[in-house]
């Protein structure tokens, strides 16, 4: 069971021991927070459609023996498969993806498979089946090189990498599937979501796991660029918050729209990895590497929609976030 939580707070009007969630890409890093967000507050049942292609087993292994969760390994990229995890589920969380610029460059006919095709599938069987609520996974990369800062919603540039693309391809289509079916559907953009559960052993894992297990494993830490590059990290709670408050608003103009979910601060790298030197109490100096392709140099949200349509309000900024994440670290890797 879920001995320690991050999930104390609560972000639903109601009980939801009558609601049933179907959560994709769930025992992945946000989709397994989620889930924890959803047992610890009660919900009728929790099932998680999964293929493991990224996923780190690890995530749920505290939720099997929960009456309320169910596991379904399968891959969205077969419509049979998300028909049938769609079954009896009124609320889909979907975030099952592949994620990771680098990795959609070096592939991005399987980013686009999954990503994509997906999506797609995902939407389709989510309006065979008339459920009531769709929120998505989308990302901040949609912005691509719009140097427009903070990044607003209707604003956005063309896309830097095949990975942007088919995120833009999930807001296309919500778009028209909103409109033409009369379905809610709910976008979240994400910026550089961090904390418990994020996997750092994956050859494209993100910036922040990778500074950890260096910090915590004394191995070198790499910074591609010269580390001045900014970003909204934005600690998974806060994403999770946004999840449940898109679920559940009552908001009658919050449907068919994207949303940024941040903190709406930005930090650089370099400022990142002296915190995390600060919190885990040891110094290393970072490698520096060529910049990569397809990265954007600066990135800050403007989070006034959120907060206007969906009382989206985060409450853990970048330093507590990374305070609470490397127990979390400690504890899994060391
Ligand atoms: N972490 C971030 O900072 C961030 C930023 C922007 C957007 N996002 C998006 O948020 C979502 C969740 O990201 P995450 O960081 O938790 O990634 P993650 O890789 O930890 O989780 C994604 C999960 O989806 C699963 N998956 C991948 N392809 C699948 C398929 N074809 N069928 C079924 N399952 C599949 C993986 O096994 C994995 O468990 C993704 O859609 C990602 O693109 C994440």
């Not at 505290?62 to 009896?88: R, S, V, Y």
């Not at 069987?125 to 903070?150: H, I, M, N, W």
């Not at 949200?301 to 609470?324: C, F, H, M, T, W």
């Amino acid at each position: 069971m879920i001995s320690e939580t991050i999930y104390e707070r609560k972000y639903h009007p109601h009980p939801i021991n009558k609601n049933t969630f179907l959560v994709t890409g769930g025992s992945g890093f946000i989709g397994s927070n989620i889930v924890e967000y959803l047992l610890v507050h009660g919900a009728g049942k929790v099932r998680v459609l999964d293929n493991l292609a990224n996923g780190y087993k690890e995530n749920i292994i505290p939720f099997l023996n929960h009456p309320a969760f169910e596991f379904i390994e399968g891959d969205i990229t077969d419509l049979e498969t998300c028909k049938k995890a769609m079954q009896g589920i009124q609320f889909v969380s979907h975030q099952a993806a592949l994620g990771s610029v680098p990795r959609s460059l070096a592939n991005p006919l399987a980013t686009h498979h999954a990503n994509a095709t997906g999506f797609l599938n995902m939407l389709w069987a989510a309006k065979e089946t008339g459920v009531q609520r769709f929120v998505y996974a989308s990302s901040s990369s949609v912005y691509g090189d719009s140097p427009e800062l903070p990044k607003r919603e209707h604003v956005t540039g063309n896309p830097l990498s095949p990975y942007a693309v088919s995120k833009m391809s999930n807001e296309l289509y919500a778009y028209t599937f909103s409109m033409h079916y009369a379905m809610k559907i709910i976008g979240l953009r994400y910026f550089n979501v961090f904390g418990p559960k994020q996997n750092p052993d994956n050859p494209y894992a993100a910036a922040i796991p990778l500074f950890m297990k260096a910090l915590l494993k004394d191995q070198t830490a790499y910074i591609y660029g010269d580390g001045e590059q900014s970003r909204d990290f934005t600690f998974v709670e806060n994403a999770v918050q946004a999840n449940i408050r898109a679920l559940f608003t009552t908001h009658k103009d919050a449907f068919n729209k994207v949303y940024n979910v941040a903190v709406g601060e930005s930090i650089s790298l370099n400022k990142l990895l002296k915190h995390l030197m600060h919190i885990t109490g040891k110094t290393i100096s970072p490698v520096y590497k060529e910049e990569r392709p397809g990265d954007v140099k600066n990135s800050l949200a403007d989070i006034s929609r959120a907060q206007q349509y969906l009382g989206y309000n985060p409450l853990v900024k970048v330093k507590e976030g990374l305070a609470l994440t490397v127990p979390w670290f400690k504890k899994t890797f060391c």
